[in-house]
């Protein structure tokens, strides 16, 4: 009987310090058609138009078509998702893998406006 109280001791113990207390942040649902005015554009107005914007000394992304020819032309997808084309952009901190993904994901639906 005292080795099953041991055992039973043992459990509760293992249970009540693998409980976790970390909260995560709400997941939003998956835009599956987003668009430059609604999504895109947004995105590379709060992280890019710091240094790219229009006669600036980086290459403008302030406007579809600019975002579009980068994306399309450039090294875009790969300087926010990987470090393999240089420095990750935004030189902030990386983007969030979700909106990466959009980024990717409007690139595959050509480009909505």
């Known amino acids: 009987m005292k080795k099953i109280n041991v055992i ?10 693998s409980c976790d207390s970390v909260t995560y942040d709400q997941i939003s649902e998956v835009n599956t058609n987003p668009t430059y005015a609604a999504n895109v554009g947004p995105v590379f107005h709060s992280n890019c138009s710091g240094c790219h914007n ?9 406007n579809y078509t600019e975002v579009k020819d980068a994306v399309e032309n450039g090294n875009v997808i790969c300087r926010i998702d990987t470090q393999t ?15 990466i993904d959009m980024i990717k994901l409007w690139a595959t639906n050509g480009y909505p406006n």
């Open 54 to 62: 229009s006669g600036g000394q980086y290459p403008s992304l302030a």
């Open 85 to 99: 084309c240089g420095s990750v952009m935004p030189t902030s901190g990386r983007m969030n893998q979700g909106t």
């Open 8 to 17: 039973l001791l043992f459990v509760s113990a293992l249970c009540f310090v």
